[in-house]
């Protein structure tokens, strides 16, 4: 009888949980694994499509979160609560955070990104945009400052792609009331919002976010934050209370990699199979991916690859030949505006916006968090007999 190969999963990501979904609601799967092991330091995903309108006041945490613990519970997957802090593709091995390292046949990494560093970001007042705990203790250390000042704070997000402008969009709405009311300001690197191919989009963006009083200083690229201060590359200084980071992804810090390619920027370089070019053995989706057609770092294509990983890690179990992951050269992209409105991003002449996108969009988003909450998950078993 053929053994199964040992696999280990490195991240609780959009594709993960498509697998653990997967695993609990076809026990035979099983039958093509020796085990399967999942390393993930948080107990919630948080589905980042519902970040900025979780921000903005309009979910709950709980809302937009996936049970990771019990959902790999459901799926028979020992979970263990901590971080991968090595992968040596050689031997085969993960080093975990305390130290304890373990083999594999197959390994699939759905590690997500952090914001690129700048100068300074270690700083108390600085937020990360991800990961989302570190962005939740931010937000609530930064609203104890807000109640607790007798003058309007001056906020400062950095980055203008769409998750900066959807950041500072969601600020401005979530702090409309409390007074003094904060002055928020977008900082981005280049002349156009979201870059030079979506100029419809663009102006609806630039017109929202003078609607909601964020003051826009394009073509400042922020070399360095100092407590109280940030400083562009070209010597301007300008004042920061607070700092949101929404820059360009990175490989998060404290993961090193042997036997790995990697691009430019540091991440898995992978084939169209979402397998390691050069560790057949390895798999990558979501943001640690680099794909062979470059793509952006966004979750809409971690969650286009999630069956695909998840067929192919079964498929490489069983011998059988692989799929192809096509990632489309466009994707659609709901962008929310604070309020209870939204623009659709897809480089179209004209770009829909009001409150039907965001109907659009509220119902996308919780068909997507529905699909694996682990009580709809539970009881999908309970009526099957699983």
Not at 37 to 62: F, K, N
Request: aromatic share 6%.
């Amino acid at each position: 009888m053929r053994r199964g190969p040992r696999v280990v999963l490195a991240g609780g990501g959009h594709a993960h949980v498509e697998l653990l979904r997967r695993l609990a609601l076809r026990p035979t799967l099983h039958d093509a694994f020796a085990a399967v092991d999942l390393i993930e330091p948080e107990r919630h995903m948080a589905y980042s499509g519902m970040l900025p309108t979780t921000v903005a006041g309009h979910y709950t945490c709980q809302q937009m979160q996936v049970d990771i613990g019990r959902l790999a519970r459901l799926a028979r997957v020992t979970l263990y609560r901590t971080r991968v802090t090595q992968i040596d593709a050689a031997a085969r091995t993960v080093t975990r955070a305390d130290g304890t390292r373990c083999c594999y046949d197959l390994l699939s990494l759905n590690i997500g990104a952090v914001p690129r560093s700048i100068a300074g970001d270690h700083h108390a007042h600085v937020v990360p945009a991800k990961p989302v705990t570190a962005l939740w203790h931010g937000l609530s250390a930064t609203e104890r400052r807000l109640d607790a000042s007798d003058r309007a704070l001056e906020i400062a997000v950095i980055g203008g792609g769409a998750g900066g402008v959807e950041l500072a969009l969601a600020l401005a709405y979530r702090w409309r009331h409390p007074r003094p009311a904060p002055r928020i300001a977008l900082y981005h690197r280049g002349d156009a919002l979201l870059g030079r191919g979506e100029r419809a989009a663009a102006a609806v963006l630039a017109d929202a976010l003078l609607d909601a009083g964020i003051a826009r200083h394009p073509g400042t690229t922020i070399a360095r934050i100092t407590p109280g201060t940030i400083e562009s590359a070209d010597g301007r200084e300008f004042v920061a209370d607070a700092v949101f980071v929404a820059t360009g992804a990175a490989v998060a810090p404290g993961l090193a990699m042997r036997g790995l390619a990697r691009d430019e920027h540091g991440f898995i370089r992978v084939d169209t199979q979402l397998r390691s070019v050069d560790a057949p053995g390895v798999f990558a989706a979501g943001d640690i991916a680099s794909l062979p057609v470059p793509r952006p770092k966004s979750g809409v294509y971690a969650v286009r690859a999630a069956p695909v990983l998840a067929d192919n890690i079964e498929r490489a179990a069983t011998g059988r030949p692989l799929r192809e992951f096509r990632a489309q050269r466009q994707a659609l992209a709901l962008i929310g505006l604070g309020a209870r409105r939204a623009v659709a991003v897809r480089g179209w002449p004209v770009a829909p916006t009001g409150y039907a996108v965001w109907r659009l969009k509220q119902a996308i988003d919780k068909r997507f968090i529905a699909r694996y909450q682990a009580g709809k998950i539970a009881r999908i078993m309970h009526r099957s007999g699983v």
